[in-house]
């Protein structure tokens, strides 16, 4: 069976994937209540106002607005990596 390469990784990010597990290799993720919160990658913070979800397996930043689903969490996180190395 052959499918398409990046709907397939893609697919398989989200299923077999927690959020909590792949943003916490890139953010310290403390552990608050139903959530876990650490400082926002995308945006420069001194109070940490990232939350990540895991019942709903999604991030939402109460600083820049940054949200979505761990699929959109790593295009921007290595599309900000990208764009940084660039430069
Ligand atoms: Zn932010």
Redesign the pocket.
Known sequence: MKTDGSINLAEEIKYRCNIVDVVGRVVPLKKTGANHKGP????K?ADP??VVSEDKQIFT??????TGDVISFVEKYYSLDFMGAAE
């Open positions: 926002c990658p995308f945006h913070e106002s990232f930043c109460f600083g820049c607005g940054a």
